[in-house]
């Protein structure tokens, strides 16, 4: 019999809904709200919880229509239960939650960070030991795989996430949110001639984005203060190049350390063309296979949360309908969740 999974993402800023029937995707709607919160320059969570509350229906029915999929033919329901925005991710829980209710079909909580890691899926398998260099809005980790659903973290960092750092730099230099994206495209344009600090770079595998933002904020006062012209295109870049070249320079010799098969990038800062280009460039002489996800696994997207629900319906890694959602869940713990059967069912 086939399986089939519907999946939920309202993390952050995507509303996302997903029908995986085994190996094939038959549905991946996402309906994004970046130009609501681009007025605020950043992700507003008030607004973005009330607007998955109204879009969170209409994906649901796209994805079935797209699927010509009924939810009764459903083997499981997936949703993100953290990390994300507490408000947001509390509207897919409740959906995914009413759906298998009402339905009678099994709930799977998958973690938004796997997820990503999993995008990798619809490229290519995932090799073993693997090292995942997981980079967006609010995480940066490095993760080692020593097989399905196994993750270790070995480094992160300490204080900013790098796509953070890339989000405030973009809106000190006036670019439009999600500044990571402007940040990419400028520095096409431009030099590094800025010069900035490398901060942490140490042997560690943990990063610190918060030192290097603020050398980039400081360092733009101080030129706007003296009447100084700033070359936004050559200050984007200058930051660009430190923030990824730091990136890598601490994340690839995990690459020997762990024996690492294959080496990918997930969430939205794996979409950055020199962090792509780069990787590629600098483990061409290694025994090490690089995956790159396309552009629309590196948004985020339910598709993802799908993938990664069918290997725990596989586990029968069910949640008991007492569930809440965890904005700070921790990776290494994806698996602490109160399961069905548990807590008076
Ligand atoms: O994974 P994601 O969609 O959301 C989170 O779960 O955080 O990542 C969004 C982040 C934003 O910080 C955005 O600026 C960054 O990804 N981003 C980029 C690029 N495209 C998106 N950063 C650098 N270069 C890009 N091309």
């Not at 990787?279 to 949360?305: S, Y």
């Amino acid at each position: 019999m086939s399986k089939i999974i519907l999946a939920i993402e309202t993390s952050c800023d995507e509303t996302a809904c997903a029908i995986l029937k085994d190996d094939k995707l038959l549905a991946n709607v996402v309906s994004t709200q970046i130009e609501i919160h681009q007025k605020y320059g950043g992700v507003f969570p008030e607004i973005a919880s009330r607007l998955h509350v109204e879009n969170i229906g209409v994906v649901l029915e796209e994805a079935l229509k797209k699927s010509q999929i009924s939810l009764e033919d459903v083997s499981a329901i997936a949703f993100t239960r953290g990390p994300g925005l507490i408000g947001a991710l509390h509207v897919g829980l409740q959906a995914a939650k009413s759906l298998c209710l009402y339905y009678n079909k099994p709930l799977i909580p998958v973690h938004h960070l796997a997820g990503h890691i999993y995008a990798n899926e619809y490229v290519t398998p995932l090799k073993f030991p693997c090292l995942a260099i997981v980079v967006s809005g609010g995480n940066t980790e490095l993760v080692i795989m020593k097989d399905h659903l196994n993750f270790e973290i070995i480094g992160e960092t300490k204080d900013d996430a790098i796509g953070e750092a890339f989000d405030k730099v973009a809106r000190v230099l006036g670019l439009p949110y999600p500044g990571g994206v402007s940040i990419d495209r400028l520095s096409k344009e431009g030099k590094p001639t800025y010069l900035l600090p490398r901060p942490l770079n140490d042997h560690s595998y943990n990063y610190s984005y918060s030192g290097l933002k603020t050398a980039v904020i400081n360092l733009v006062h101080k030129l706007e203060t003296n009447h100084q012209e700033i070359n936004v295109n050559d200050m984007a870049c200058s930051f660009q190049k430190v923030a990824i070249d730091l990136l890598l320079d601490k994340a690839l010799p995990a690459l020997d350390e762990y024996h690492c098969k294959q080496v990918v990038l997930a969430g939205g800062v794996s979409a950055n063309s020199y962090l792509r280009s780069e990787i590629v460039r600098r483990t061409k002489n290694q025994d090490v296979e690089v995956i790159i996800p396309p552009l629309w696994c590196t948004t985020d997207n339910a598709a993802m949360i799908a993938k990664v629900g069918s290997y725990l319906y596989e586990k029968k890694a069910f949640a008991s309908l007492s569930i809440s959602s965890d904005p700070s869940w921790r990776l290494e713990h994806f698996m602490d969740f109160p399961k069905k059967g548990e807590n008076h069912e």
